[in-house]
T-cell receptor, first 111, second 111 residues
Framework: TQLLEQSPQFLSIQEGENLTVYCNSSSVFSSLQWYRQEPGEGPVLLVTVVTGGEVKKLKRLTFQFGDARKDSSLHITAAQPGDTGLYLCAGDGSGTYKYIFGTGTRLKVLA | DSGVTQTPKHLITATGQRVTLRCSPRSGDLSVYWYQQSLDQGLQFLIQYYNGEERAKGNILERFSAQQFPDLHSELNLSSLELGDSALYFC??????????FGPGTRLTVL
């Protein structure tokens, strides 16, 4: 069974701090996506990473795909209260039709 | 706006009742996914359809069923409702095995 484990599960930080969220698996993924979900709303796609070692930047967010395509990280620089939400990594289960979501990281940024 | 629509937005019903949730995918997307999200929990994959055919099943209860129609809209039927079925239900659509685009969700409350 393919799993995507995220860490930490919960994170509460002060505005202006930096943080990194990790998404790990023992399986290879052809691509990974990161989503952010705000309370009561559907997840919104942030980025897709496809190539091993790939780094993508979205303003203060930096996403990296591991060289072996088994893990990914999300780094937020100078976090703001608007970054608060549930962050989910996800990817296609190789050899199956299932699309797998990670366990989630719930981030709270305090003003 | 993701392009995925869901109706109704809110639904309040009693235990033992049956409800139908509706989803219209983004134009051109053949895959539709259903997810359940209980309070402060992650996304639980229920079922996936591709062009009218069931493609993958997750943790979907036997009391729940779904279908995708020729016009690609999908319905999720929940019957013999229990208090524990209260949750947000999300529909997502995609090109197969790629990033998903989520609807705004239906909040189901079972009293």
């Amino acid at each position: 069974t393919q799993l995507l484990e995220q860490s930490p599960q919960f994170l509460s930080i002060q505005e202006g701090e930096n943080l990194t969220v990790y998404c790990n698996s023992s399986s290879v993924f052809s691509s990974l996506q990161w989503y952010r979900q705000e309370p009561g709303e559907g997840p919104v796609l942030l980025v897709t990473v496809v190539t091993g070692g790939e780094v993508k930047k979205l303003k203060r967010l930096t996403f990296q795909f591991g060289d072996a395509r088994k893990d990914s990280s999300l780094h937020i620089t100078a976090a703001q209260p608007g970054d608060t939400g549930l962050y989910l990594c996800a990817g296609d289960g190789s050899g199956t039709y299932k699309y797998i979501f990670g366990t989630g990281t719930r981030l709270k940024v305090l003003a | 706006d993701s392009g995925v629509t869901q109706t109704p937005k809110h639904l309040i019903t009693a235990t033992g009742q049956r409800v139908t949730l509706r989803c219209s995918p983004r134009s051109g997307d053949l895959s539709v996914y259903w997810y359940q999200q209980s309070l402060d929990q992650g996304l639980q994959f229920l079922i996936q359809y591709y062009n009218g055919e069931e493609r993958a099943k997750g943790n979907i209860l036997e009391r729940f069923s779904a279908q995708q129609f020729p016009d690609l809209h999908s319905e999720l039927n929940l019957s013999s409702l229990e208090l524990g079925d209260s949750a947000l239900y999300f529909c997502a659509s995609s090109v197969p095995r790629r990033e998903q685009f989520f609807g705004p969700g239906t909040r189901l409350t079972v009293l």
